[in-house]
């Protein structure tokens, strides 16, 4: 049987004109149901995350409370002073068992250019910390940019639909430090089967885009991928505990 280690989930936020926001325990309940053994959590919903201290602290208090929940908390460049400097953001995620750090300059307004977070990101580099990106955020340039400029750090883009397929395999064979979850809405036709032709299994990250889609789809993907046992195991689980396994602690 796969081992699941869901890399694109989270709870705690909310979203315009949506009263439900998502909790732990629904989380916790919906993995139990569908044997999802982990999950690399962040705050979702995200669109109305704002308090981002706030927000990284209960996720650290959470995940402390369950083994199988790992925090992937927001990490934000210093230049205004409302946060702490960067390698102390980066020292607590390290002290309180963080395996990723979330990276969203479009929401909280700061720049991937290096006069504005060439600190944070360099920091991040140096101890291997892999950084969850959302596509939107950054677009294909920005991320370009970001791999290309720190090599070593893990640079994991997520939430892309099929329009990208093309860019995508670009992007992953000029940079091999860039990542692919294949969660929610990545639904392209044979889309595992196509990138690990392309790239390899070990550049690709299970993940379900939970609490915006249904987790079932993402394991039926996988289940019946035409890849082997072994490479689906590298996608369930295995990709992401070497990523982490990778972090200088």
């Not at 607590?92 to 977070?117: F, H, M, Y």
């Not at 940079?175 to 809405?185: D, E, I, R, T």
Request: aromatic letters at 8%; one cysteine or more; proline letters at 6%.
């Amino acid at each position: 049987m796969i081992e699941l280690f869901d890399a694109q989930t989270g709870f705690g936020g909310g979203r315009r004109g949506r009263p439900w926001v998502p909790s732990a325990q629904e989380l916790l309940g919906h993995m139990e149901r569908l044997s999802i053994a982990r999950a690399l959590v962040r705050t979702e919903f995200e669109e109305m995350d704002r308090n981002v201290l706030l927000s990284n602290r209960m996720l650290y208090e959470t995940c402390a409370e369950h083994e199988s929940l790992m925090p992937c908390p927001t990490l934000l460049p210093t230049g205004h002073g409302d946060v702490p400097p960067e390698d102390e953001q980066i020292d607590e995620l390290i002290r309180k068992g963080g395996c990723a750090a979330a990276l969203r300059p479009d929401q909280d307004g700061w720049s991937v250019a290096e006069w504005c977070s060439g600190k944070l990101l360099g920091l991040l580099a140096e101890r291997r910390v892999p950084v969850l990106c959302r596509l939107a955020s950054f677009e294909f340039e920005g991320i370009a940019e970001l791999a290309g400029r720190y090599p070593d750090l893990p640079v994991v883009v997520f939430q892309l639909g099929y329009r990208f397929q093309r860019m995508l395999v670009a992007l992953l064979r000029a940079f091999g430090n860039v990542y692919l979850g294949v969660g929610s809405p990545y639904s392209v036709h044979l889309g595992l089967e196509s990138m690990t032709g392309h790239v390899g299994a070990e550049r690709l990250l299970f993940g379900t885009g939970f609490p915006y889609a249904d987790m079932m789809p993402t394991i039926t993907m996988l289940t019946y991928a035409e890849l082997s046992d072994s490479d689906k195991q590298l996608v369930g689980s295995g990709n992401l505990d070497r990523l982490i396994g990778g972090i200088r602690r």
